[in-house]
């Protein structure tokens, strides 16, 4: 059973900063690509940022030069700065990992349960 488990959300004023974490548990052979989607009211889940196991980033147009996502393999977990915040950011920012067990030589897709994130102006 793998388990991803976000924290670091909360309220935040505009132009301030917040640093998001993911921690991956569970039986765990190999972490291919992590990555942080966020989804506001109303809207649809959408990539903000992900990362390969060798470290390539991408991320949406809508948080570069602000966003920055990073990951620790020794620890299974990957982190997101989230530096001069706008009010469009506030969403609920979720955790996903392709993640290889010891039974299958694939990646399965997980998911965190999200953590809020509201920036106020």
């Known amino acids: 059973q793998v388990q991803l488990v976000e924290s670091g959300g909360g309220l935040v004023q505009a132009g301030g900063s917040l640093r998001l974490s993911c921690a991956a548990s569970?039986?765990?052979?190999?972490?291919?690509?992590m990555g942080w989607y966020r989804q506001a009211p109303g809207k649809q889940r959408e990539l903000v940022a992900d990362?390969?196991?060798?470290?390539?980033?991408n991320y949406a147009d809508s948080v570069k030069d602000r966003f920055t996502i990073s990951r620790d393999n020794a620890k299974n977990a990957v982190y997101l700065q989230m530096n001069s915040l706008k009010p469009e950011d506030t969403a609920v920012y979720y955790c996903?990992?392709?993640?290889?067990?010891?039974?299958?030589?694939?990646?399965?897709?997980?998911w965190g349960k999200g953590t809020l994130v509201t920036v106020y102006s």
């Open positions: 569970g039986s765990i052979n190999r972490i291919n690509a």
């Open positions: 990362i390969n196991r060798g470290g390539s980033t």
């Open positions: 996903a990992a392709n993640i290889m067990d010891y039974v299958r030589f694939y990646g399965i897709d997980y």
